[in-house]
């Protein structure tokens, strides 16, 4: 058995339209999508399926998955075909050379496989989400490393932030340098740097990239008895580097706690967040 997952979007009617098809089948899984520019969601609907079903082998067994009551209520429960003739015919066409059996899904039903195609379709017709959807899990909601091979190559930075803070005594030791394990700045700002081109090692679904710049920044805050970490992460790559950013300051964060615990154990390792990035499709991101 064949699985075909449509969907299809159009940005206003008539507007700019885009279809999305997923055929899983024991061979594996293949994505085919399209866009056009003056259509409407019927139509990308039927295209959606029609594509499909164009590559499955002739005289295979189907089901096709569909969140379009348009496209399914026609094709099983005889619903009058008042437009889009041209679509039926060629639908009728591909239908009568398999054994094709239809499921209608109400609001894509939360499977994969329908979400999958539901993002691809908007994505195509240019309608941005409100809500983005996680894209680290496959058709039977199995992790896996999100595929870039179409992204472009871009120039990309992330900026990451965070806080250690700690006794004023604590500080104050590590401004003078005397702290037993040594110069506590220098080595927290070096284990970021590691930490950085570490990162794909780390975090499991992290594309191994070409680092090109790794700046961490530690200041001491003596009003709040803190040190302020920032770590800059530049490359030039198809994906960004945000976690690698993220990586440093918790690296950095976490050598610090190592190096003064035995003088301080109420240290608190505070707000690591990500406050900057830029670069690739989404552009400048500035969250403080």
């Not at 591909?94 to 499977?111: C, F, K, Q, S």
């Not at 803190?226 to 918790?250: K, S, W």
Request: proline residues 4%.
């Amino acid at each position: 058995m064949i699985e075909i997952y449509t969907d299809g979007a159009c940005l206003g009617s008539p507007g700019p339209g885009g279809w999305a098809a997923i055929i899983a089948s024991d061979a594996g899984r293949q994505e085919v999508k399209g866009r056009e520019e003056k259509t409407t969601s019927n139509r990308m609907e039927m295209t959606a399926a029609i594509k499909g079903l164009a590559h499955t082998p002739v005289g295979s067994e189907v089901r096709i998955e569909s969140d379009s009551q348009y496209l399914v209520y026609t094709m099983t429960k005889n619903w009058k075909r008042k437009a889009n003739l041209d679509l039926w015919d060629e639908l009728d066409r591909l239908v009568a050379e398999r054994n094709v059996d239809w499921i209608w899904i109400r609001g894509h039903g939360g499977h994969p496989g329908n979400e999958r195609a539901n993002m691809l379709a908007n994505e195509m017709a240019g309608i941005v989400e409100e809500y983005p959807r996680p894209t680290h899990f496959d058709l039977e909601g199995r992790v896996h490393m999100v595929d870039i091979t179409e992204k472009p190559i871009s120039e990309r930075v992330a900026v990451a932030r965070g806080t250690v803070t700690m006794k004023a005594a604590t500080l104050e030791l590590i401004k003078r340098g005397e702290m037993k394990k040594g110069d506590v700045l220098a080595v927290a700002q070096l284990a970021g740097i590691m930490a950085a081109k570490q990162t794909p090692q780390l975090i499991p679904l992290c594309h191994p990239l070409p680092i090109t710049s790794v700046d961490v920044d530690l200041k001491l805050d003596e009003k709040r008895s803190a040190v302020e970490i920032a770590a800059t992460v530049r490359t030039t790559a198809q994906t960004g580097v945000e976690m690698e950013a993220l990586t440093a300051v918790t690296v950095a964060a976490l050598t610090i706690y190592d190096m003064c615990k035995a003088v301080d154990r109420a240290m608190r390792i505070d707000h690591i967040r990500l406050a900057r990035k830029s670069g690739g499709r989404g552009g400048e991101i500035i969250l403080e």
